[in-house]
């Protein structure tokens, strides 16, 4: 079937810290990823995004690279900021006849001065 | 403006009541659907709809209904709501064929039944 693992949290890191949220999935076709990003009191924003393999998504300095070897879409920055902190969601959606979207459960950051 | 609003952001019920949360999206995506989020759980989803006329049910359904009234509304009625229902639902959209199907969330709903 398809769903999606990620680390649990909270993570909590110092200002200027680096970041890694992991995140592993399994799929039954050729899955596109996703990170979703939610700040306090808001819907999900997507983050980045990747669609094939060894692709890497990028925003805001947070990167992630389609790993279809080790089907990993791992979530890293150089220097997490207090305005990062947020509730971090991986996902995954496969082309069959719908392009669901299989969410995982979420990675809050709490981002200290 | 947001592209996807909800209605009410926050609501306190009652067991037993109906209550019905809505969804209005000006992106013109033909697809919406509906999530709860619980702590710890991620989203799950609730029911989807690819058109006006396609109504179809997702992993948690039971205790749920829905009606997509035109292109641009999807609501999600609880006929009566009971305590486990408390949750943020959140209301999506996506349009096939573009972005690969990023889907677009509103705000999201806050709803406790007591």
């Known amino acids: 079937g398809n769903s999606v693992t990620q680390m649990e949290g909270p993570v909590t890191l110092s200002e200027e810290a680096f970041l890694t949220i992991n995140c592993t999935y399994t799929?039954?076709?050729?899955?596109?990823l996703f990170w979703y990003v939610q700040y306090p009191g808001e819907g999900l924003q997507l983050l980045l995004k990747?669609?094939?393999?060894?692709d890497k998504g990028s925003n805001k300095g947070f990167e992630a690279t389609y790993r279809k070897e080790t089907t990993s879409f791992h979530l890293e920055k150089g220097s997490v900021q207090v305005s990062d902190s947020a509730v971090y969601f991986c996902?995954?959606?496969?082309?069959?006849?719908?392009?669901?979207?299989?969410f995982g459960s979420g990675t809050k950051l709490n981002v200290k001065p | 403006d947001a592209d996807v609003t909800q209605t009410p952001r926050n609501r306190i019920t009652k067991t037993g009541k109906r209550i019905m949360l809505e969804c209005s999206q000006t992106?013109?995506?033909?697809?919406m659907y509906w999530y709860r989020q619980d702590p710890g759980l991620g989203l799950r989803l609730i029911y989807y709809s690819f058109d006006v006329k396609d109504i179809n049910k997702g992993e948690i359904s039971d205790g749920y209904s829905v009606s997509r009234q035109a292109q641009a509304k999807f609501s999600l009625s609880l006929e009566s709501a009971i305590p486990n229902q408390t949750a943020l639902y959140f209301c999506?959209?996506?349009?096939?064929?573009?972005?690969?199907?990023?889907?677009?969330f509103g705000p999201g709903t806050r709803l406790t039944v007591l």
């Open positions: 799929a039954t076709g050729y899955p596109s």
């Open positions: 992106k013109g995506h033909d697809r």
């Open positions: 999506a959209t996506s349009q096939e064929g573009k972005s690969y199907n990023e889907q677009f």
């Open positions: 990747a669609t094939k393999a060894d």
């Open positions: 996902a995954l959606s496969v082309r069959d006849n719908f392009n669901k979207f299989y």
